[in-house]
C-alpha cells in the first residue's frame, strides 16, 4: 500500500485513489486533515471545478486539486502552507463576489460550507462592490425542492447526483460563463424517489426542501443517530430534534447499506412518529386507563390458559429484534403458538427501496418467525403486535389483544388495544434486508402513556399470572438474551452493533 | 478576403492559385510528395523525423509536434484517431483560415502523415461553426481525396493503410480550441475541458487514444518529409525553426497574413505591414494573439519566437500581432479583452467563472470615469487568483492580457481615475 | 422535426464511434426548419439520441451558433473584437443600430433582421467585419453595409 506524507504526517492509503479519496476513506477528512471541499463528494463522480482541494504537491510546480491526483507511494503533500492559503482565500472570495450574504434570512446558515469556509479561510465577503449578478429567486423545481439561484455556486453535486443515482437527468447547467444557471428543462420538474438529497447534497442554501424550509433554524437541533423504518433497506438517518420534536431526517452515511442517500418517502416519514397514533387503551373500542385495559387482557390469558383455550401470538415486522425475542419468551411463558408475521409490501427500485415496506423482516425470519398464514383458525386469544396482519386472518379469534403504534383496521376490531411506543420513542435494533442487524435511538418521548412493545408483552406476561415477570423490559438485556440464544446474533447487541450496524452471523 | 499572405514562403506558395485546391493542381504543384516519403517509412521513423525537425505546434501552446505523436500507444487494441483543431477564434488569428480555404489538400496531406506515423484510423476536423466556407473546402478536399484513393482503404496504395476523415462543424464557443473542450464538444457535449488526467492520448475522443493538432500544424508536416529535417531548420530558430504565418491587424496601413521565419523581428514585421497606419506613433502591440500580454513600442525589437518573447514577459501565441496606436485609450482594449474571456469563460472553474466577469465590471466602471484606487488593486490581485489554477489555461489566457495592461499600462488606468471620464477622446469606440 | 430532417440524422450517425458525436451537425439540421430549436424539438432531439432533453437544453444554451428563440429572417452580426474594433467595427454597429432601429440583441419589428455583435471571426486582417447569414463581408464601411442590410429581403 502507498505511503503518502501529509503536512509532516505519514499514511497508509488505497492504490488507485485520488488523494482526498484517500483520506476520507481513513475517516480523517476534516477531521485530520483539512482539505476544503465543494464539488467533490464521496459518492459522485469526480468534478474538479470548484478549485477549493488545492494543495501543493512536491515535485509539481502547480497547486493540485486534491479530488483528481492519484496517490503515489511517497508523495508529499501540503495542504497548510501560504500558497495554499491564499488560493483557498482566492476561490473564497471569488465564491463571495455574487453571493448575497443573507444569511440572516437564509436558512442554510448554521450549516452552510460557504459560511463555514469563509469563516475558516477568513474570507468574509468579496472587494467587489459591483452589482451582483441577477438572479432568480426562491424557484419550484419540482414538488419538493425551492431553488434560490443568488446562493447557487454551480459546484454540480445536484446535477451529477440526479444523472448518476436516480438517473433521472432532470438538472443541467445552462448558458455559460458567469450566466451559468442551474435549471430543469423548460417546463418539466425534479421529480424522482430521491429528489431531497439535493438539498443535503448542496452546499449553501441554494436548494431546500419545501417541507424543512424556515421551520426552525438548526442550531436549535440536536442530531441523534436512527435508522428508517420505512423498507427493510434500514437506511440510516441523523433525526434532527428540537422540543420533543423530530423536525427532520437526514441520511447518515452507511457504505453498507445507504451511501450517503435514503428516499423523499423514508425521509418524510418522520411525520409519521406524530401522525395517527394510538395514544390511549381500549377495551372494546371504549377508552379506558392503560392499567385497567391490562387487567384485562391479564384476566382473558389466564382464562385461555385455565380452560386449555388456544393462545396465538401474532409478531411483526415492524417490532424491534428485542421486543421480538420478548415474544418468543412469552410464547414458551405461556404455552402458546405463534402466529408469524405479514409483510406489507410495494414497488421497489435498483437503489435503495425495497420491496418489502417494514424494517425488520429479516429480524423475524432469524428470530424463527414465518410468515403468517392466510387464517389462523379458530383460538380463544391472539396476541397481536402491529397491524399489518389482515384481519381476516384473524376472524375466528374470539378476544384480539393489539399491541400497536398507530390506528388501524385491526386497532377498530381487536377488543384489547394497548399502545405502544414507536421505534422513535425507544432504542432498538432492526435487522435490514441483507442481515444487518443496526441500531436506533430513542428520539423523542410520547404525551401520552405507551410502552416498548417488549414491555407491553411483560406486563401481559405478569397480569396472567406468570412467573419471573417482574423486571422491567430493557432492550439492552433482551438483546443480550437474544445474543445468548439465537446463534445468528451470537456477540451482536445494542452495545455492538456501533454506529455502522453488524451482519449477523 | 484574403486569398494569399502579402510576404509567402514554402506553406503559402500556391495559396493564391485556385489549381491548389483540387488533388491535380496539387499533385503538378509538389503536393503528396511529402506522403509518399512518409509511406516509404516505418512509421517510427515518420515520428523520428518530426521530433527531429523540431516543428512546435501552431496553435498557441508551441509543444514539439512529433513528441506528441510519440505519446500515442503504439500498440492499442483500440480505435485510434487524430483531431485537427481547426476552430481558431483567438482574436487576431486568422491563418488558419487561409490554410483551410486556399490549400485544404495541404492539411489533409498532414493528418494523413501523422495518421501513418500514429496508427490513426479515423481523423476528426473540427471547425469552427462560423468558418462555412473552410468547412466546403475542405469537404470538397476529403471528397476527392475519398474518389482519388487518397482517403479510404490503402491510401495512396499502401496496402493495409486504411483512413478516413470527417469534417465537423463547431458551434460557436471559443473554449473548443482548448484540446479537451473540443474533445467534450465533439463528442457532442457542451465544450467544458476536462481535468487531466487522463491525457487524449491515452482517453481522447470518444474514450479513444487522440492526438490533437492545430491546421497549421498539419500544414508543414508534408514539407519536413519530403524536404528533410536540415532544410526545415534552416529556417527559423534553433528552438523554433519553419516558418509560421504571422497575421497583423489594427492599426497598421496593410493588415494581413505574413508568411516568415520564427524569430523574425517584430520591428521588421510591422514594417511589411506598412507601419502605423495615418503615419500615427505606435502605443502598443499584442505579439501573439488576444490571449497574450501587451508590450510597449520600446520592446518591438524582439525577435518573434517563443523564446525570445518569454524573456520579455510574454509569449509567440498563435502568432497574432495586434497594433495600436496613438489614439488608442488602453482602459477601452482592457475593456474589450474582458468582455471576451468573460462572454467565452466555459462557467466551470470558480476563478475564471467569477473573475473574468469581476474583472470586466471592474474595466468597464473605469472606463466610464467610476473607478477609484481600490480597482487598480483588484485588476493587479484577481488575475493572480486566476492563473495556473484552473482545469484549462483558459484563465491563464483572460488574466495575463490584464496583467500586461496594469505591467506597462497603469498610467492610462490612473489618468481615468484622476479624470473621472476617460482621457482619450479620440480612441476608438466602445 | 420533419421527416427528411431526421433521415439526414440518421445518416450522421455511421460517421461517430458514438451516436452523440452527431448531436451538434444534427442541431444544425433541426435548427435549417425554423430559425432556432424549441422545446418540442429538442425533446425529439434527445429522443433520438438515446439522451436526456436537459442534456440538449444545455449544448443549445452553451453554443452561441443554437437559438432557442425565434429569430428575425435574416442574421447580421458584428464582430466586436479588438482587431474590428481598433478599425471602427463598433462605431460600425452603432451606425446600424441607428439605421434599423433596433439595439444588437434585438430583432427589427417586421421580424426582417436579427442584429447582433459576436465575438472574432477571423477576419482581423480584412477588419472590420459583418456577418450576414453565415456569408462574411470583410473591409467594411458603413456605406456598404446599409447597402447590403437593405437589399435583404
Known amino acids: 500500500m502507498p505511503q503518502i506524507t501529509i503536512d509532516g504526517i505519514e499514511y497508509e492509503v488505497d492504490e488507485g485513489k485520488t488523494v482526498l479519496q484517500a483520506i476520507d476513506d481513513l475517516g480523517l477528512l476534516m477531521t485530520e486533515v483539512d482539505i476544503p471541499h465543494y464539488c467533490w463528494h464521496p459518492k459522485l463522480s469526480i468534478d474538479g471545478s470548484c478549485r477549493l482541494c488545492q494543495v501543493e504537491i512536491e515535485g509539481m ?62 474570507v468574509k465577503h468579496a472587494r467587489s462592490d459591483e452589482p451582483r449578478r441577477p438572479a432568480k429567486k426562491a424557484t419550484s423545481l419540482g414538488p419538493t425542492i ?157 382464562a385461555a390458559r385455565e380452560t386449555g383455550g388456544r393462545i396465538v401470538c401474532v409478531a411483526s415486522p415492524f417490532t424491534p429484534n428485542e421486543d421480538l425475542f420478548v415474544l418468543r419468551e412469552l410464547i414458551e411463558a405461556l404455552g402458546g403458538e405463534s402466529g408469524g408475521f405479514t409483510v406489507p409490501t410495494g414497488a421497489a427500485d435498483e437503489i435503495l427501496i425495497k420491496a418489502e415496506k417494514a424494517p425488520n423482516a429479516a429480524g423475524a425470519r432469524a428470530l424463527g418467525f414465518a410468515e403468517s398464514p392466510a387464517a389462523l383458525g ?37 377488543q384489547i388495544v394497548l399502545p405502544a411506543r414507536s421505534f422513535a420513542e425507544r432504542e432498538g435494533s432492526f435487522t435490514n434486508h441483507a442481515g444487518r442487524v443496526q441500531r436506533f435511538a430513542a428520539l423523542v418521548e410520547p404525551h401520552f402513556e405507551a410502552w416498548a412493545e417488549g414491555e407491553v408483552l411483560r406486563q401481559l406476561a405478569a397480569a396472567a399470572g406468570l412467573e419471573g415477570w417482574a423486571a422491567r423490559f430493557d432492550p439492552r438485556a433482551a438483546g443480550k438474551r437474544l445474543a445468548e440464544s439465537v446463534p445468528a446474533f451470537a456477540g451482536i447487541d445494542l452495545d455492538t452493533v456501533g454506529d455502522q450496524g453488524l451482519e449477523l452471523q | 478576403m484574403i486569398t494569399a499572405p ?13 489549381a491548389y485546391r483540387t488533388v491535380a493542381g496539387y499533385e503538378a504543384r509538389g503536393g503528396f510528395a511529402g506522403l509518399s516519403q512518409a509511406l516509404a517509412m516505418q512509421p517510427q521513423e515518420v515520428i523520428e523525423t518530426v521530433k527531429s525537425s523540431g516543428l512546435r505546434g501552431r496553435g498557441g501552446a508551441g509543444f514539439t509536434t512529433g513528441l506528441k505523436w510519440s505519446f500515442m500507444p503504439e500498440r492499442s487494441d483500440r480505435v485510434k484517431v487524430l483531431v485537427c483543431n481547426a476552430d481558431e477564434s483567438e482574436p487576431g488569428s486568422f491563418k488558419d483560415r487561409l490554410i483551410m480555404e486556399r490549400a485544404p489538400l495541404q492539411v489533409l496531406e ?80 457542451k465544450g467544458q475541458p476536462r481535468n487531466k488526467p487522463p491525457f487524449p492520448a491515452q482517453h481522447g475522443a470518444f474514450g479513444l487514444p487522440t492526438t490533437v493538432n492545430n491546421v497549421e500544424t498539419f500544414a508543414h508536416v508534408p514539407f519536413i518529409l519530403e524536404r528533410g529535417v536540415d532544410w ?40 511589411l505591414a506598412g507601419g502605423v497606419a495615418g503615419g500615427r506613433a505606435l502605443k502598443a502591440v499584442i505579439p501573439g494573439g488576444m490571449s497574450m500580454p501587451v508590450i510597449s513600442p520600446s520592446e518591438i525589437g524582439v525577435r518573434m519566437a517563443e523564446e525570445f518573447l518569454s524573456e520579455i514577459g510574454t509569449h509567440l501565441g498563435t502568432g497574432g500581432v495586434m497594433v495600436m496606436d496613438e489614439t488608442t485609450c488602453m482602459v477601452r482594449v482592457a475593456c474589450v479583452i474582458s468582455y471576451f474571456f468573460r462572454d467565452e469563460s466555459c462557467g466551470q472553474c470558480t476563478q475564471c467563472r467569477e473573475g473574468t466577469a469581476w474583472i470586466h465590471k471592474v474595466c468597464e466602471r473605469i472606463e466610464r470615469g467610476r473607478g477609484s484606487a481600490a480597482d487598480l488593486e483588484v485588476l493587479a490581485d484577481v488575475p493572480g487568483l486566476m492563473e495556473g489554477q484552473t482545469i484549462c489555461a483558459f484563465a491563464d489566457a483572460a488574466a495575463w492580457p490584464i496583467q500586461g495592461l496594469m505591467r506597462r499600462f497603469r498610467p492610462d488606468f490612473e489618468a481615468h481615475i484622476q479624470a473621472e471620464k476617460c482621457p482619450f477622446p479620440g480612441s476608438f469606440e466602445l | 422535426m420533419q421527416a427528411a430532417t431526421r433521415e439526414k440524422i440518421d445518416s450522421l450517425f455511421e460517421r461517430y464511434p458514438q451516436k452523440r458525436g452527431a448531436l451538434l451537425p444534427a442541431l444544425y439540421l433541426v435548427q435549417a426548419e425554423q430559425g432556432f430549436v ?83 471571426l477571423g477576419s482581423c486582417g480584412t477588419a472590420p467585419i459583418m456577418r450576414v447569414d453565415g456569408s462574411y463581408h470583410e473591409n467594411l464601411d458603413a456605406e456598404a453595409a446599409r447597402r447590403i442590410i437593405d437589399a435583404l429581403e
Request: with cysteine; charged share 25%; proline share 4%.
Open chain 1, 378 to 414: 379458530p383460538a380463544a386469544v391472539a396476541i397481536v403486535l402491529g397491524h399489518s396482519t389482515p384481519a381476516a386472518a384473524l376472524a375466528q379469534v374470539e378476544l384480539r389483544i393489539l399491541i400497536d403504534t398507530h390506528e388501524s383496521e385491526l386497532a377498530a376490531d381487536a
Open chain 2, 6 to 18: 502579402h510576404v509567402t514562403g514554402y506553406l503559402s506558395e500556391h495559396y493564391g492559385d485556385d
Open chain 2, 232 to 271: 526545415f531548420r534552416q529556417s527559423g530558430t534553433e528552438k523554433s525553426p519553419g516558418t509560421t504565418l504571422f497575421g497583423v491587424s489594427g492599426h497598421v496601413e496593410r493588415p494581413g497574413l505574413f508568411e516568415l521565419p520564427l524569430g523574425t523581428p517584430l520591428s521588421e514585421i510591422l514594417d
Open chain 1, 146 to 302: 425551492l431553488f434560490d439561484q443568488e446562493r447557487c455556486i454551480l459546484c454540480r453535486r445536484c446535477v451529477r447526483f440526479c444523472r448518476e443515482i436516480p438517473k433521472t437527468g432532470e438538472l443541467g447547467v445552462f448558458e455559460r460563463g458567469d450566466e451559468s444557471l442551474l435549471e430543469v428543462f423548460p417546463g418539466s420538474e425534479l421529480d424522482n424517489d430521491y429528489s431531497m438529497n439535493v438539498a443535503d447534497l448542496c452546499p449553501v442554501g441554494a436548494l431546500t426542501t419545501k417541507d424543512f424550509r424556515f421551520k426552525i433554524r438548526v442550531w436549535f437541533l440536536d442530531d441523534v443517530d436512527s435508522v428508517c423504518n420505512q423498507c427493510s433497506n434500514g437506511c440510516n438517518v441523523s433525526a434532527s430534534l428540537s422540543n420533543n420534536r423530530v423536525y427532520r431526517y437526514v441520511p447518515r452515511r452507511n457504505d453498507a447499506v445507504n451511501d450517503t442517500w435514503m428516499c423523499d418517502s423514508g425521509r418524510l416519514s418522520y411525520k409519521t412518529i406524530a401522525e395517527g397514533r394510538l395514544e390511549r387503551a381500549r377495551v372494546r373500542g371504549k377508552p379506558t386507563e392503560y392499567r385497567s385495559a391490562m387487567k384485562a387482557a391479564g384476566a382473558a390469558l389466564r
Open chain 3, 38 to 120: 424549441d422545446q418540442v424539438q429538442a425533446r425529439e432531439v434527445a429522443q433520438l439520441f438515446e439522451i436526456t432533453p436537459v442534456e440538449v437544453w444545455e449544448v443549445l444554451t452553451f453554443y452561441n451558433m443554437f437559438y432557442t428563440t425565434p429569430q428575425g429572417r435574416h442574421q447580421v452580426y458584428f464582430c466586436a473584437n479588438l482587431p474590428c474594433s481598433l478599425r471602427g467595427g463598433r462605431s460600425l454597429l452603432k451606425t446600424v443600430e441607428a439605421h434599423l432601429g433596433i439595439h444588437a440583441g434585438q430583432t427589427t419589428p417586421d421580424g426582417r433582421i436579427t442584429l447582433g455583435h459576436e465575438e472574432c
Open chain 1, 61 to 122: 510546480p502547480k497547486l493540485q486539486i486534491a479530488c483528481n491526483t492519484a496517490v503515489r507511494d511517497g508523495m508529499v503533500v501540503r495542504t497548510r502552507n501560504e500558497r495554499v492559503e491564499q488560493a483557498r482565500q482566492g476561490v473564497m472570495e471569488l465564491l463571495l463576489v455574487n453571493h448575497p450574504l443573507d444569511c440572516p434570512i437564509c436558512d442554510q446558515a448554521g450549516e452552510c460550507k460557504l459560511q463555514d469556509y469563509a469563516f475558516d479561510y477568513g
Open chain 2, 110 to 189: 498532414g493528418i494523413l502523415i501523422a495518421a501513418w506515423a500514429t496508427g490513426a484510423e479515423r481523423t476528426f476536423i473540427y471547425v469552427r461553426g462560423e468558418y462555412q466556407i473552410c468547412i466546403a473546402r475542405l469537404e470538397e478536399a476529403v471528397a476527392e481525396c475519398r474518389e482519388r484513393g487518397y482517403l479510404g482503404a490503402n491510401v495512396a496504395n499502401k496496402r493495409g493503410f486504411a483512413h478516413d476523415v470527417v469534417v465537423h462543424s463547431g458551434a460557436g464557443a471559443y473554449i473548443c480550441g482548448e484540446e479537451t473542450g473540443l474533445l467534450e464538444s465533439l463528442e457532442g457535449k
